[in-house]
């Protein structure tokens, strides 16, 4: 492109380079866009004719020049967190963005928590697990944008606590965020063709959907950022797919001695290096396999069965992923040990564990979700 051209849709300045970033418009689509005088990057033209949304990402950079933006205006904040991986949706700072924004809270994917699992105790472990990073969501909506499970109440919910201003979605990807906006769109215009205004900037970057409500204002989607510590980053997309859960998980229970193991597929390992023999209950995708070893021979085994017996990663990407980084954890009560992005193990009784996690990829416990 000679010179800089921008969406009339959500502002973006175009290109015809990279389909995952913002402003993406195929070269065939650039010339009729500009034939016709309505340029419209491909995000923007597929909301419009099909009412789909599709996901984009912006720098830690324009993402945190995007909340700036949005902590000086007067509206209603949905922080749309998947439940499958709450360390992983966190926004650093959203509660000092929000300022005296009201925040709601939408739990994302439960279709993935076990039917058994009750939704209230799940919604009070939400908050109180939002809470502990400084914000006090005005409520908290456990939905699946998968099922639209939900999507109704989060409407309603919506337009009980904006007080008649704009609304801003925000979320770092991975979370559903566009899964999400897509069901609301479909529930709140049935469809109507035209979902999408100009953008009130045009010109800049700040790249947000806007879709009008009723009273002349709008709900604004809004560009996500990688959270660089998700497993997201170490895996191909083709081995994402297998650990992140497509469905209902299935929790498995192993009884452990102290000096046992269990990997999970290649991606990640767990020691319980002392306590009582006890129950840990672990939580990830039916199609991750678990292998239980001796600790002493944990190593040897990795070492061997990598990209084989132990996937993800597969065969060909076993030489390039990064090593398993160790990190200990001294259990006093029940909790959660998080492989961020994987899933979690329940440790029930008073211990000392080990979680191994790639590099770059981050293990924490927690108070039990379930
Ligand atoms: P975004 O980056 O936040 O916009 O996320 P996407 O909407 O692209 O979704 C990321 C991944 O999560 C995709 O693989 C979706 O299929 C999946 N996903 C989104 N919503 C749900 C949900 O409610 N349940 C489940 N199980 N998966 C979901």
Not at 237 to 247: D, I, N, R, S
Request: glycine share 8%; net charge negative; charged share 25%.
């Amino acid at each position: 492109l000679t010179e800089d051209l921008y969406c009339i849709g959500c502002g973006a300045k175009i290109q015809t380079d990279d389909p995952t970033e913002r402003g993406y418009t195929p070269a065939a689509a650039l010339r009729k866009g500009l034939e016709s005088g309505q340029l419209y990057c491909q995000r923007c033209f597929r909301l419009r004719h099909y009412n789909q949304m599709e996901k984009v990402s912006v720098t830690d950079d324009e993402f945190l020049a995007m909340l700036n933006t949005i902590s000086m205006e007067d509206a209603l904040i949905v922080n749309v967190i998947d439940l499958f991986d709450v360390y992983g949706s966190m926004i650093p700072g959203l509660h000092r963005f929000a300022g005296n924004n009201k925040v709601l809270v939408v739990g994302n994917k439960v279709d993935v928590l076990p039917k058994s699992v009750k939704l209230s105790r799940v919604k009070q472990w939400l908050t109180e697990q939002v809470q502990a990073v400084g914000l006090r969501p005005v409520d908290v909506v456990l939905v699946s944008g998968k099922k639209a499970t939900s999507i109704d109440d989060l409407l309603e919910t919506i337009e009980e606590e904006r007080d008649g201003k704009d609304v801003y979605v925000v979320g770092v990807t991975n979370v559903g965020k566009s899964t999400v906006m897509n069901q609301i769109i479909r529930a709140a215009t049935g469809n109507k063709e035209d979902v999408i205004t100009t953008s009130q900037f045009p010109g800049t970057t700040l790249d947000q959907i806007r879709i009008p409500l009723d009273d002349g204002h709008f709900l604004i989607d809004t560009p996500g950022i990688i959270h660089h510590h998700q497993m997201a980053h170490v895996l191909s997309p083709k081995e994402l797919k297998l650990v992140a859960p497509q469905h209902e998980i299935k929790p498995i229970t192993y009884q452990l001695n102290p000096e046992q193991t269990l990997f999970l597929g290649g991606a990640s390992r767990f020691d319980f290096i002392s306590g009582e023999r006890s129950s840990f209950t672990c939580y990830f995708s039916n199609d991750l396999k678990i292998h239980r070893t001796k600790l002493e021979k944990a190593d040897e085994f990795y070492a061997k069965h990598l990209g084989g017996l132990l996937q993800p990663p597969s065969a060909e990407d076993a030489e390039n992923f990064p090593p398993l980084v160790r990190r200990e954890f001294n259990v006093k009560v029940p909790s959660d040990i998080v492989f961020s992005g994987l899933g979690w193990i329940t440790v029930r009784k008073p211990g000392k564990v080990a979680a191994w996690v790639p590099q770059g990829v981050d293990a924490v416990m927690r108070k039990p979700i379930i």
